[in-house]
């Protein structure tokens, strides 16, 4: 799946993929919908079993594919459906965050958050926020593969 | 530093001779100067060619791994850093501690052979020591089960994360524009993959077409993805060796990314030598603390 556009014909708008899992984050942006709170629509959801499921090589293919910012959304630490899953996740996001810095690309495009499934409020103020961060750095040509 | 071969190639020429060992990887005098290559002996007439000078700087503990499954015992030659990549290997369980007998050599620093002939010294008193011994912190092995000559004092050195205090302290485009340049360069030879002890994943994530990490064609986003993927899969587990920066032929400051990651590693998470222990907890991503830094609240 690509996700590019000729982003000189139309005004920009950011891209953002959002990694959500399946237990919390995503039951988040389910009731966030149920209640019909207003959120913008730069965000795309990708339901993964677990925030500690997200591979950073998925991260680099999204950049690679032409997104502007990535999100990973998981279960509050110690509320993981598999118990242990985002712990693992948060040391692994602490550190590649760090890297993302450390090679120019600014580490606010690539967020991370806990979003239990109560918690439908939060995913769309998140979401609203990411957007406007997002919006605020530009569109991104760091790692983009501009051959396909 | 004394010339240790007479006793290496003894302690070989024993080793094979009493069935103790199926094979021998040591070094052995190139036909230049400036080269010690591999050497690879399962005949005890041979160990004659066994030399340890200062240009067997090749860590050859990855060509255990050629050999996993064959029930072979071999004997080893290691250096400090080399023995790091041993525990390496042998704690991500590639290899048994029994199939491996282990001959420790203390070593001074070892020098380049592309540092030797880019320098048109004539003899090896002139080539500086190479970019790797350096920085080390472990000149005497950390496992063996024999060891010949004295142990070396670790040389007081200088911040090992100058390089990459340098590089952090740039802006995020002139970090970006260093990094590109620099993986612009890359073949993709995998050359780093290959000789790296912590790269020992029988089938590796690279190799594998469906799905496919890398496309074929070599371009810049696809570098800086490879030398990533490469880098955090490493997390945690890099023994700072230098292998990979020394084999890469386009010279790619490969272990200034390593070295950062060490870095990080040892703030977020507690102080961590990778390595060093072969009887120790999982590597700092492989585990956890429930009182790790919390910024994603």
Known sequence: MSVKSSDAQEAWEPKILAFCCNWCSYAGADLAGLNRTQQPPNVRIIRVPCSGRVDPQFIMRAFQDGVDGVLVAG??????????GN???????????????????????????????????KFAATVSKVTEDIRALGPNRKLRDEHE | MSDPS?????????????????????????????QSPPLF???????????????AINSLVTYLLDERDSGKKTGIFVKGCDSRGLVRILQ???IARESVYVIGLPCSGKKDPRQAL?????????????????ECLYPNPVIYDVIIGEAVEAKAKG??????????????????????????????????????????????????????????????????????TR?????????????????????????????????????????????????ETPPPLGTYQTSDPEEFM
């Open chain 2, 231 to 279: 880098a955090f899969h490493a997390a945690g587990r890099c023994v700072e060796c230098g292998e990979c920066e020394r084999v890469c032929p386009m010279g790619i400051p490969i272990m200034q990314l390593n070295k950062k990651i060490i870095k990080e590693i040892n703030d977020l998470f507690g102080p961590y030598e990778a390595g060093v222990k072969l009887d």
């Open chain 1, 75 to 84: 279960c509050h630490p110690g509320d993981c459906h598999y118990s242990t």
């Open chain 1, 87 to 121: 712990f693992f996740a948060r040391r692994r996001f602490l550190l590649f965050q760090r890297i993302f810095d450390y090679i120019g690309i600014d580490p606010g495009r690539l967020q991370n958050r806990w979003i239990s499934g109560a918690e439908g409020d």
């Open chain 2, 92 to 94: 991500d369980k590639q």
């Open chain 2, 41 to 55: 002996i399962t005949r005890a007439e041979e160990t004659d060619r066994l030399v340890f000078d200062d240009f």
């Open chain 2, 118 to 134: 880019s320098s048109g010294a004539s003899e090896s008193s002139q080539v500086p020591p190479a970019a790797k011994c350096e």
């Open chain 2, 159 to 228: 911040d090992r994360f100058a390089a990459v205090k340098e590089i952090e302290a740039k802006t995020a485009d002139e970090k970006y524009a260093y990094w590109t340049s620099q993986y612009s360069k890359c073949l993709r030879c995998l050359a780093c993959r290959n000789v790296c002890p912590a790269c020992n994943c029988r089938e590796c994530a690279f190799d594998i077409s469906k799905p496919r990490i890398l496309a074929k064609e070599n371009n810049l986003s696809h570098n800086m993805v490879y030398h990533l």
């Open chain 2, 6 to 34: 007479g006793e290496m190639r003894e302690l070989a020429k024993k080793l094979l001779e009493n069935g103790e060992v199926d094979r021998i990887i040591g070094w052995e005098k190139g036909n230049l100067w400036y």
